[in-house]
């Protein structure tokens, strides 16, 4: 009687340990392959959108001879085009939210909950290679699908960027949404959401922390975004009630303040003398306040990439620091 010997079929472990997902990488993705794949399609079809709503644009407006004369100059034809940045740009300044609390918070509270992180620690693989993993490919995910959606975005609103009729360059809508702050501001709002799933190791707890963090961080973001630039002042010696009197800001300016400038170079408010009821008494009045010209602080909208990438380095600054303590943390508490 013979004996049949069985050799194990390697060859599809091996060649998957040889793969770009193999190991460890090939595990997490297949872990996390529903959120990852729902993000990047999600992702595509939004470019997609993009893409097809600047051709619109763009057939419109070379149709008219393009925007040079302003937005006003081409009359409520425009309106539809303009309107349509609304929805995408509302889209996109919510995704950070949307990806921290569904994405960023279940990464590790949900092997936390239901003991997959203590599967994990009794394998051959470190706690520290299995956070990099799990981290670095959520945040290559992130990363190239909120870059991918930048650049369409950003490439939709050049040709009309100047005109404050359609975004305002300094609000969430323009700011956040283009350059590299939309990337720098899911990453930290992710990672957040990672770190506080690692704390709370319950996932339905985290996802509700993680959205009251991603919302303060949206607000605090909001009120600092005018900080990162130079403000830029611009003073005039035309009295303050001639035609011509007031500066000339250049296009698409963001004007800050404005004030009446005396003749020792001091500012004083611009509703000086506004309770004369005749334009002589108030000539008269604002003679003898020594008012002289305006002084006007603005953001030119030059500063708009400086003032981007300085935002995206603190926020990528402080997602490092939080990264840091999730290894920190992690490496004695993940089980």
Known sequence: MSTLTRTPDTTATDSRRRSPLGGVTWLVWRQHRAAFLTVLGAGVLLVAWIVFQRARMMDFLGGQGGPAGGIGSLGTEFEPYAAAFQPVSSALSVIPVVLGVFVGAPLLAG???????????AQTVSR?????????????????????LSVAFGWWWEPVKEQSTVMEWTSGAAFDTTGPVPVALT??????????????????????????????VQLVWGELRLALGDVVTVTTNKGVLADDAFPTLPDAAYQIDQSYLTGSGRPVGWS???????????????????????????????????MQWLGAAILLALTAAVA????????KRLV
């Open 128 to 148: 520290t290679r299995w956070l990099a993993t799990k981290l670095g490919l959520t945040a290559l995910v992130v990363t190239v699908s909120t870059a991918a």
């Open 272 to 306: 000086t003398c506004a309770q004369e009821e005749t334009e002589q008494a108030r000539e008269l009045c604002l003679k003898q306040a020594d008012v002289v010209g305006w002084s006007v602080d603005y953001l030119p909208i030059s500063q708009m990439p400086g």
């Open 111 to 121: 092997d936390l909950e239901h003991g997959t992180a203590k599967l994990v620690a």
């Open 324 to 331: 840091v303590f999730l290894f920190l943390w992690g490496r």
């Open 187 to 216: 990453l930290f709002t992710v990672v957040g959401g990672v770190a506080i799933g690692l704390v709370l190791r319950r996932t339905l707890a985290a996802m509700v922390v993680t959205f009251g963090f991603a919302v303060v």
